[in-house]
């Protein structure tokens, strides 16, 4: 038994799989190498000890030894510290890491979800709050795009664990042909989400709801 | 001269004057004890300069030695590394503060700023994605309620760099009546903002806006 265990539903609906959060962090044990095994908790019935680890009722997290850790950037985070492979050892490139981390968690995502979750609704669009989250977005899109047409990684130029946080987050706003204007935010999302550690997260978190289906 | 430099705009009009994020930087400053100056950075005209170093063109950031370092979250997670008045050693505490640093920049932030940013913005409020964004934040706060009802700080049993960032993120919710209906939260905020550290902090922003109209 691997001491790390990543915790995720035991089954969603079709559309959010392949978006579930646990993806990202099967992404990174991936490209870290590292040993680990998947449990399940109840989609339909989350009860007191589902809040007792994580406190919004969300999934994923992770134990790993007699840590418990929710939040996936936060258990990002705890994985760059154990893999080279998602962040270097050196001040500079640690830091470049973690400002980087936290732009796709606060700058990026902040309008990038809401935007998303209203067009996963449906919604007209009309609104003055709908044009103020595109306006919102497109504002840091924009600025994503300034940076990625001179850039292939965000931080310590390499791949680290910021790159596949963005990646993920900029993924989730190309579903729904947000980056149509954006190139190299779209060329950047392509090859973080060709490398075969994502491939990998992404086939196994699909496998994981599908055989809740066939149960 | 101290080794550590903020940098923020060097004036702000009169409405987001003690809400600019350098301000949660000066309160983890001053709670940690550290020596630190204030520079100064156009607001109205944003060169290249500044975003070369702020790549959003936004405040605040920090120089550390020889490090620049953007995003307020990042930069309070690279100030908790030098005081354990910001966040302990053991890595149980470290987790924690994590998790909920990162819970105050994401699960909470996402949708509490752009609430904040609709009731700033003086719409009407009433559209689907409006609501949408109601029932979002409030979801999250019951969830914080229900937290912050059984506990006086979010990590490690004592005020940390997590509480810093989570009463910073929902007093802004507060200064738009959004926390009427959760208590808890509201003295969580109360208890945190009539720290000494805040309200140095909160006053320095103030007087370094109102030195820029004077000039």
């Known amino acids: 038994m691997s ?14 799989r392949g ?35 994580q406190p919004f009722g ?3 997290w992770l134990t790993d030894g007699n840590l418990t850790i929710f939040e996936s950037g936060a258990i990002l985070l705890h994985l760059a510290e154990k893999s080279r492979a998602l962040m270097p050892k050196d001040p500079r490139g640690r830091t470049e890491v973690l400002e980087w981390v936290v732009a796709a968690l606060n700058s990026v995502d902040l309008p990038s979800q809401p935007w998303a979750l209203f067009r996963f609704m449906g919604y007209p669009g009309e609104s003055p709050e709908a044009q103020f989250m595109d306006n919102f977005l497109n504002a840091r899109l924009e600025r ?39 190139p190299a935010c779209q060329h950047y999302v392509a090859r973080s989400t060709t490398r075969p550690a ?3 997260a992404y086939d196994d978190q699909m496998a994981h709801f599908a055989a809740a289906d066939a149960a």
């Open 3 to 16: 001491e790390i265990t990543l915790t995720t539903y035991d089954w969603v609906p079709e559309m959010p």
């Open 19 to 53: 978006l579930v959060r646990d993806l990202r962090v099967r992404w990174a044990l991936e490209e870290a190498g590292l040993t680990y095994q998947v449990n399940s908790t109840p989609f339909r019935d989350r009860g007191p000890e589902h809040f007792a680890v």
């Open 58 to 60: 969300q999934v994923p």
């Open 144 to 182: 994503m795009e300034a940076v990625l047409a001179n850039r292939e990684w965000l931080a310590a130029g390499r791949f680290t664990v910021a790159d596949l946080l963005m990646a993920d987050v900029l993924r989730q706003v190309d579903r729904f042909d947000g980056l149509a204007k954006f």
């Open 198 to 200: 994502f491939v990998k």
